[in-house]
């Protein structure tokens, strides 16, 4: 406000007080994801499961806080629930209104991940070809889940056991016996 202005109580805006240091990390999360984490006891008062962020130009998690904030009723237009991340922000680069994704852990156990260029697709369903003991090359059908790091979570249809063909692909064909050659499984960049 100008001097001279007229200010009234209750109804003028004079200043914006905000906390840097930690900061609030708001954001809506699916029906199904609340699902999840209810179902695991994480949205249960007292619960303050771990959250990690990164901003728009970072490629790491390396900014973790805890869930501090859960809304008690979903957005009936959008199916979203609000909840809320408190972090750190010692060197004050998270500024309100910045972009930034965050990560909440919303399972538990081992899974099987694979290279997205191993998965086929035909008309019905998703594939990944494999190389049974005798050296034939087989089709299997997968369920798949949501890629982590850069791999694909395999559901079903795989056991950790099983060979799976993730470099030409063009040239094997289901019954055809081929000469595998076993690679070490390596991680996507984080």
Known sequence: MDAGNLVQA????????LTLDPIYAVFDMSEADYLRLARQ?????????AVQLRLADETGWAREGRLDFIDSAL???SGTLRARAQLANADLLLAPGLFARLRLRAGEGEVLLIPDAAI???QASRMVLTVAQDGTVQARPV???PVVDGLRVVRQGLSPE?????????LARPGARVTAEVAPARL???
Do not use: K
């Open 75 to 77: 957005e009936g237009r």
């Open 143 to 145: 369920t798949l889940g």
């Open 41 to 49: 006891g994480v949205t249960r008062p007292g619960a303050s499961p």
């Open 120 to 122: 086929a697709a035909d």
């Open 162 to 170: 099983d060979r799976v063909i993730v470099a030409g692909q063009h």
């Open 188 to 190: 996507a960049a984080r």
């Open 10 to 17: 209750g109804g003028t805006l004079l200043t914006t007080i």
